[in-house]
Structures are given as C-alpha cells and as structure tokens.
C-alpha cells in the first residue's frame, strides 16, 4: 500500500465521553443523571451493568492523561457531565464539578493535548428530566446557562467546544426507540426532542459567544454512508430519499435554516411544533462541524434497508466495515452544505480483544479498520472535503450504553475488574501514525 501523508497540522486524537469512562457516579456533590438512573433500572443494561464506575477515570485522569502522551495524541475530546456541574441542572453550580474539569484541563494542557470539549454526550440531569426533559421548552435555556458556566471557566484554555454530540441519538434512541435513557417510546415525542435540541443548540452557541466572540464553536452529528443497493435508478432515488427524509434532520436545519421538505412530507403530523425566530437560532454560523460515522445502511427500492451484505465484514457490534462509505458520506454532506472546516470527531470499532499470552492486545481487525477509514478520509480530503482532524473511538475500551461493557472500542484495553490499561497494538501503530503523520 502507498503510505498516505496527511498535513502537518492534522488534529490527530481520541474521544471518550463523561458517563462512559468517569465513574464516581455519585462524589463530590455531582448530581444523578438520566443515565445513573436507567442504568440503575433493571433490565435495562445488558448484566446488569452500570457507569457506577466504569473506567474510574474521575480518579485515575492523571494515568489516563500519561497514556494519551505515550500515543503522542494532539488532542483529547472528552465530555462534561452536566450534573456534575449542576446537581439539579440549574441553579447551584458545584465547585468541586468545575475543579475537575478544571485540573483535567489544565493537565491535558500541561501535557502538550489540547483539550476539545463536549458540552452534552447524553448524561442529562435526572432533575430536570422530572420536569418535562427535552420536551419542555421552558428548560431549554438551562442548556445555555450550563453552557455560559463552563464557558467562564474553561474559555480561557479551551479553544473548541462543541454543543452537542449525536443530538439524533438523544431524540431516537431516547425517545423513539427506548433503548436509551430516559427509555421512552413515543415518535412524535422523538421529533419535537429533535426539533428543542436545535433550540438548545442555538441558545448555546449564542451563549458561549456572550462569553467569549473568540471560541470556535461546532455540533457533533452522527452521518453513516446511505448508499443504493445497485445502479438502478430506483434504488439511487430510494436512497437519496432515506437519506433526505432521515438523515438530514440536523444537518438541513443547521446550514439551510429551515428542514428538509422530504423530511417534512414524510413526518406528516408527526412533525414538530416550532416558533418564530427558531430556524435563525438554530442556522447561526458555527467555526467547525462534528462528523462521527462508523458505518452505512444501503438501501433498495423494493426492500428497504438490505442487511447483511453478503460478504461483508461485520463488527462486534454487527455494523458494516465499508470505508469508502465514509469517503462517500463526507462529499455528499460538503457537496450539499456550505461546511465550516469539519472534525472526525469518532470513528472506531468494537471487536472481542482477548489478552494473548505475551500480555499484548493483536487487534489487528482494529487495527485494520483504522487503516481503511484514515485512508478513505485522505481521499475525501484530496476530493476537496476541508477536514481539520480526526479523533478514534475511543481512548479507552468503556460503557457501551445498553451494551454495558461487552463491546470494546478502546485503543487502550481496560480490565474492569482492576481497573489496568494496556494499550492495544492498534494504540501502538496509531502513535505511529500520529508521529508520522503518515498511514501505511
Ligand atoms: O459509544 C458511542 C458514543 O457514545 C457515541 N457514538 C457512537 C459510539 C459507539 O457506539
């Protein structure tokens, strides 16, 4: 293979977010989240599992922050727990929440990371979910005072915040489909959820600008490759209407300011009610977009979404390996959108690790993985995609939501019985990328 050489200052770094690796669920003042409370909920976590602990990371930053430097990482982007911050949601901020965001900061920054910040990966405060959650529109400045409060703190060290992460996962897997926190089940209810995180996010940036004009501000969306099952021009006009009417939820009212009208026809009644001045909230310009993706569906026009592809790879968490998806994914959004600079803010796989005798972590399927969506990345790159740099999922193996901690997605291994670290041979080869700026 050629090696691929990417530009000098390449943002090369690795996720991770609060509820999946923190731990210390319930210290130092911190409030419960949705997810403590689900998690705590039986049946609702495969074994049982919790964020009780999980990678103890609250505790042990400072080792995880030395392993991020002996992978050379450039950047570091982790999320806050709201809670943590403020116990109820509003009203009393907790200084002990603030001071360990604050020592992580200034411990990444020591270490040479820059730290780029997640202001919600889903661990929303149980206290405000009791009053009307998402729903409600009344709590949606909430959002943005959180926002200021961090913001205060850490603007002076932190360049690049991001409101959202997966915003569509809060509203589907949240609302829709019941399969995360808070575990409801109702559609219209996923869309109006849909239809407020845009609010929130724009009361947000507004916000973080009130603090300090000079913060680069982006969101953080999930945007999987929709490709057509053949070149017939039914299944091409099939997937370009899964992929209107269901993928551009976000990305539509972000950069076109109004939704699209796919969406709008196939939602029906279902579609969500909006106010005045909405869409120019939400449409405001931000410095840079989050993409994560991991993954395509593909799509026929007389069977839906086809699943498996025969001669596939599949991951642990049964989703398709197709790199060039990704290549696919990221010209279509720059193509249809006026795109601020975008960020690879995850990609990653899970795969069964085992420890082999030699005490090392062979992942090469992870490894491998890594290899292809780098190289697809370059070339969307090379296609004119103006990507600024690109963080794996994740740092550490952590709580895989519902999942709880059967699927590994780590660069570094973690043994949650002793909570040691191991960094995997794709840890080892991806410093070398990093040291390099090359991938072979
Ligand atoms: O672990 C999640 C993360 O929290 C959000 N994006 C997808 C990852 C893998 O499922």
């Given at each position: 293979m050629t090696p691929t050489k990417f530009p000098t200052q390449f943002l090369w770094g690795a996720a991770t977010a609060s509820y999946q690796i923190e731990g210390a669920w319930n210290e130092d003042g911190k409030g419960e989240s949705i997810w403590d409370r689900f998690s705590h909920?039986?049946?609702?976590?495969n074994n049982g599992e919790t964020g009780d602990e999980a990678c103890d990371h609250y505790h042990r930053y400072p080792e995880d922050i030395a392993l991020m430097r002996q992978l050379g990482l450039k950047a570091y982007r982790f999320s806050v727990s709201w809670p943590r911050i403020l116990p109820a949601g509003t009203g009393r901020i907790s200084e002990a929440g603030l001071d360990f965001y604050d020592r992580l900061t200034d411990a990444l920054l020591a270490a040479n990371i820059e730290p780029f910040i997640t202001?919600?990966?889903?661990?929303?405060?149980q206290a405000l979910f009791e009053q009307g959650g998402w729903i409600n529109r009344d709590n949606l400045p909430a959002f943005a005072d959180y926002a200021a409060v961090l913001a205060k703190r850490l603007g002076d060290r932190i360049q690049r915040w991001t409101t959202f992460n997966e915003p569509g996962v809060i509203a589907w897997?949240?609302?829709?489909?019941?399969?995360?926190?808070?575990g409801e089940k109702d559609i219209p209810k996923a869309m109006q959820v849909t239809h407020n995180l845009m609010v929130a996010h724009g009361l947000a940036v507004q916000a973080l600008r009130g603090v300090d004009p000079k913060l680069e501000i982006g969101i953080v969306l999930s945007q999987w490759g929709v490709d057509p099952a053949s070149d017939d021009p039914a299944d091409i006009a099939a997937a370009d209407h899964a992929w209107n009417a269901g993928e551009t939820a976000f990305l539509h009212p972000l950069f076109t300011g109004h939704y699209h009208p796919e969406m709008v026809e196939a939602l029906g009644e279902k579609f969500p009610a909006t106010r005045p001045g909405d869409m120019a909230l939400i449409a405001q310009k931000l410095d840079f977009l989050g993409i994560n993706s991991y993954s395509r569906s593909v799509i026929s026009a007389s069977q839906g979404r086809l699943s498996p592809i025969p001669g596939s790879e599949y991951t642990e968490m049964n989703w398709e390996v197709c790199a060039p998806a990704f290549r696919r994914v990221l010209n279509r959004i720059n193509n249809n959108y006026r795109v601020p600079p975008i960020y690879i803010t995850e990609n990653g796989a899970a795969f069964p690790d085992k420890i082999s005798p030699d005490g090392h972590i062979h992942d090469e399927r992870r490894l491998d993985y890594l290899r292809q969506h780098f190289t697809q990345v370059r070339l969307a790159m090379q296609d004119g995609v103006d990507i600024r740099g690109y963080f794996v999922w994740s740092l550490l193996d952590n709580f895989e939501w519902a999942f709880g901690f059967s699927k590994r997605f780590g660069l570094i291994h973690v043994d949650f019985e002793t909570q040691k670290r191991i960094i995997k041979d794709s840890g080892l080869w991806y410093s070398h990328v990093i040291s390099t700026n090359t991938v072979e």
């Open positions: 909920t039986p049946g609702k976590i202001l919600h990966h889903w661990d929303y405060p897997n949240g609302y829709a489909d019941g399969e995360h926190a808070p």
